[in-house]
């Protein structure tokens, strides 16, 4: 039977399981989940350029088709739908489901919430790469954006550094609230930023999730030591940080896919001011520790993603298997 390092078998005839939001929340804790992204990019998948389309009028929403697949093991497919607008209704702004099944004979094994799955193995995998690049005695963390995946970068880099303090800056002020609230509650010191500039200037870790098209963090903000972490750009035209943190920054990236869909890095390798030789590693590397992360304590850090099918396929597999062994 096809069988992963994570542990997890194959029954012929076996039901689908079907995981909830819950269920998945509760069984992906970070500190298991970072160790799982970890094994993963060391052991590699094949996780193609995920499939990408505008939808509604003028492209307002985006279908993103993601599979991956292990010779002989496991394979995964992820359809998601980003409505950025979603957000102004109270609706999700991100929706998803993933088919678990055997790459050998195709049999479903399970059905998860592919959102739950995105959000935490995208700020798993931030704090992977933070594992790397943020300095080890990081503890102030800024995050930029007070969405879902901007909720859980707390508890994620926690479970890598010693983070004891928190500052959430929303361009809505209120869920700026509202996420500073739920961190308190969960035990963190946690305090809403009035002002981005002297939060960022202040920051170890400053960790970006928005879906803005203009950059908001300056270079010129940026104190010696601090790792940039940018999640929210997924398209060419997004920003989230200034040509001038682009220079100034040490820059890694999580998979080659960012060099198709990143505005971060796009729009500065097509202005020339950067080249492709400035990208020190991709996550990968960094997990094969075939390139060295953090190499002085005043290097400035810059990690961006864009999330792989690898990355979700691991998470699925962690739940199935902690499933199967219960």
């Known amino acids: 039977m096809p069988k992963t390092d994570i542990g997890a078998e194959v029954v012929p005839g076996e039901r689908t399981l079907v995981f909830s939001t819950s269920e998945i929340r509760e069984t992906l804790n970070f500190k298991d989940l970072i160790d799982a992204l970890r094994a993963a990019f060391i052991q590699g998948c094949h996780a193609p350029l995920r499939h990408s389309h505008a939808i509604g009028e003028n492209g307002a929403s985006t279908l993103l088709v993601m599979p991956a697949w292990q010779d002989g093991g496991y394979l995964g497919i992820k359809l998601v739908v980003i409505a950025p607008h979603n957000a102004k209704l109270g609706l999700p702004v991100v929706n998803a489901s993933y088919v678990l099944a055997d790459g050998v004979s195709g049999q479903q094994l399970a059905l998860l919430d592919g959102a739950e799955i995105t959000s935490r ?31 859980l970068l707390a508890p994620a880099y926690g479970a890598i550094r010693p983070i004891k303090t928190v500052t959430v800056w929303s361009q809505t002020p209120a869920r700026s609230e509202e996420l500073v ?12 930023a009035a002002d981005l500039e002297a939060a960022a200037a202040s920051a170890d870790i400053i960790c970006c999730a928005t879906p803005s098209r203009r950059p908001l963090i300056k270079g010129s903000w940026l104190r010696p030591g601090v790792h940039v972490d940018l999640i929210g750009g997924y398209t060419p035209d997004m920003r989230e940080v200034d040509d001038d943190a682009i220079r100034r920054a040490s820059i890694f990236i999580d998979t080659e896919h960012v060099l198709d869909e990143a505005g971060d890095i796009i729009q500065p390798l097509n202005a020339g001011v950067m080249t492709h030789a400035d990208i020190k590693g991709t996550l990968e590397s960094l997990c094969r520790e075939t390139v060295p992360g953090r190499i002085s304590p005043n290097e400035i850090t810059l990690f961006k993603s864009v999330g792989s099918g690898l990355e979700d396929l691991a998470a699925a597999l962690l739940v199935y298997s902690k499933a199967r062994a219960a």
Not at 181 to 192: K, S, W
């Open 121 to 151: 193995r995208t700020a798993a995998a931030s704090a992977l790469a933070g594992s790397y690049l943020a300095r080890p005695d990081a503890s102030s963390l800024l995050i930029v954006g007070a969405g879902k995946v901007g909720a």
């Open 181 to 192: 609230e739920r961190l308190r509650a969960d035990g963190f010191d946690a305090m809403p």
